[in-house]
T-cell receptor, first 114, second 111 residues
Framework: DAGITQSPRHKVTETGTPVTLRCHQTENHRYMYWYRQDPGHGLRLIHYSYGVKDTDKGEVSDGYSVSRSKTEDFLLTLESATSSQTSVYFC?????????????FGSGTRLTVV | GEDVEQSLFLSVREGDSSVINCTYTDSSSTYLYWYKQEPGAGLQLLTYIFSNMDMKQDQRLTVLLNKKDKHLSLRIADTQTGDSAIYFCAEKSGATNKLIFGTGTLLAVQP
């Protein structure tokens, strides 16, 4: 998917455990985003980054933290996983705030919290 | 606040035209997009339209934009079974400079 890789692709974890999802890009794009996709809600923005060490909250950030120590990697951490965080998580990248080409998405991580 | 609305489901027969509709609320949006999501995959950009256009055609796809009514539509001509997917409408927020997505429309194409 245009140089964007998410890992793992699938994960099952227990309630209360921390979980980290990784987004890796080889496009040298400045902007990176984490979304979750749930039936009936579409895509909702969790956190985003506009550069190394520069991150900000999206509309559903509670229970999530992010880090971006280098351009190519954007990590999403669920500090203490809950069943409500069972979802499909997508990472996206863009190289400009113009967004005339929109975002490029990864293939997603399906997370199940039991 | 900003909101993007789509109907949840559309069923068509192979060979017919499909029209997927979307309404949005941000009148300052500069770009509007259509994404396609196939099962188990991420979202792929199908097409986009700049807000000063009212129509854009790309092979079987036609995008119509009515800025006055804040209505966007995607027409797929000669719909094929491979077009079965979820289609997301998105707008570029004038306030936050990020994309706001609709809930997605599941297009089912019957052979």
């Amino acid at each position: 998917d245009a140089g964007i890789t998410q890992s793992p692709r699938h994960k099952v974890t227990e309630t209360g455990t921390p979980v980290t999802l990784r987004c890796h890009q080889t496009e040298n794009h400045r902007y990176m985003y984490w979304y979750r996709q749930d039936p009936g809600h579409g895509l909702r923005l969790i956190h985003y980054s506009y550069g190394v060490k520069d991150t900000d909250k999206g509309e559903v950030s509670d229970g999530y933290s992010v880090s971006r120590s280098k351009t190519e990697d954007f990590l999403l951490t669920l500090e203490s996983a809950t069943s409500s965080q069972t979802s499909v998580y997508f990472c996206a990248i863009s190289d400009t705030a113009l967004l005339n080409y929109g975002y490029t998405f990864g293939s997603g991580t399906r997370l199940t919290v039991v | 606040g900003e909101d993007v609305e789509q109907s949840l489901f559309l069923s068509v027969r192979e060979g017919d035209s499909s029209v997927i509709n979307c309404t949005y609320t941000d009148s300052s949006s500069t770009y509007l997009y259509w994404y396609k999501q196939e099962p188990g995959a991420g979202l792929q950009l199908l097409t986009y339209i700049f807000s000063n256009m009212d129509m854009k055609q790309d092979q079987r796809l036609t995008v119509l934009l009515n800025k006055k009514d804040k209505h966007l539509s995607l027409r797929i001509a000669d719909t094929q079974t491979g077009d079965s997917a979820i289609y997301f409408c998105a707008e570029k927020s004038g306030a936050t400079n990020k994309l706001i997505f609709g809930t997605g429309t599941l297009l089912a194409v019957q052979p």
